[in-house]
């Protein structure tokens, strides 16, 4: 069996500081990890993955994400966030041709 | 391309009702899965279709239910609604990837409200 823990249901950061969005899966297999995005009233977008190779991945929005297999993590950061970095963050595996998603975290951006 | 579209955007119901919700998929893709997001949770994985045929499925009851047309547009649907059944229900798109990882495109969603 395959799940996703996002540690952090909300996490409000003021503007322009680092922030870290914390994901641990749990699986007996290879893991294919993803991090989407939902901005209010809108559907997922797609923001960075990891399939296989470098265990650092990026965006292009400035959001990286390490995978990290002997802590079974995937976090996602950003040294600098901006208003519009404001969304819901979700981390998801990708096993048996579909997608097992975490509960979410909602990143808030203090100005 | 405009990507996965979904319609209506938005629906209310009331208990004991049927209701269809519509997906096309993005361009060039023939895999059409489908998610219920609850207030507050992530997305749960309801069904998947792939050559018309229903490939795979979440862990909901028979009430839901789906069909993909030769086009690969695909209807979701879910009969004798009960208040629970409020959520957004996301369309995602994909190539299949039979054992290889594709990358799944989401609609804006349809938010279902049942009364």
């Known amino acids: 069996a395959q799940s996703v823990t996002q540690l952090d249901s909300q996490v409000p950061v003021f503007e322009e500081a680092p922030v870290e969005l914390r994901c641990n899966y749990s699986?007996?297999?290879?893991?294919?990890l993803f991090w989407y995005v939902q901005y209010p009233n809108q559907g997922l977008q797609l923001l960075l993955k990891?399939?296989?190779?470098?265990?650092l991945v990026e965006s292009i929005n400035g959001f990286e994400a390490e995978f990290n297999k002997s802590q079974t993590s995937f976090h996602l950061r950003k040294p600098s966030v901006h208003i519009s970095d404001t969304a819901e963050y979700f981390c998801?595996?990708?096993?048996?041709?579909?997608?097992?998603f975490g509960t979410g975290t909602r990143l808030t951006i203090i100005p | 391309d405009a990507g996965v579209t979904q319609s209506p955007t938005h629906l209310i119901k009331t208990r004991g009702q049927q209701v269809t919700l519509r997906c096309s998929p993005k361009?060039?893709?023939?895999?059409v899965s489908w998610y219920q997001q609850a207030l507050g949770q992530g997305p749960q994985f309801i069904f998947q279709?792939?050559?018309?045929?229903?490939?795979q499925r979440g862990n909901f009851p028979d009430r839901f239910s789906g069909h993909q047309f030769p086009n690969y547009s695909s209807e979701l649907n879910v009969n004798a609604l009960l208040l629970g059944d409020s959520a957004l229900y996301l369309c995602?798109?994909?190539?299949?990837?039979?054992?290889?990882?594709?990358?799944?495109?989401f609609g804006q969603g349809t938010r279902l409200t049942v009364v």
């Open positions: 995602a798109s994909s190539t299949s990837g039979w054992g290889r990882v594709t990358e799944a495109f």
């Open positions: 699986s007996s297999v290879s893991v294919y």
């Open positions: 990891y399939l296989s190779g470098s265990t």
């Open positions: 998801a595996v990708f096993l048996g041709e579909k997608l097992t």
């Open positions: 361009s060039g893709h023939d895999t």
């Open positions: 279709y792939y050559e018309e045929e229903e490939r």
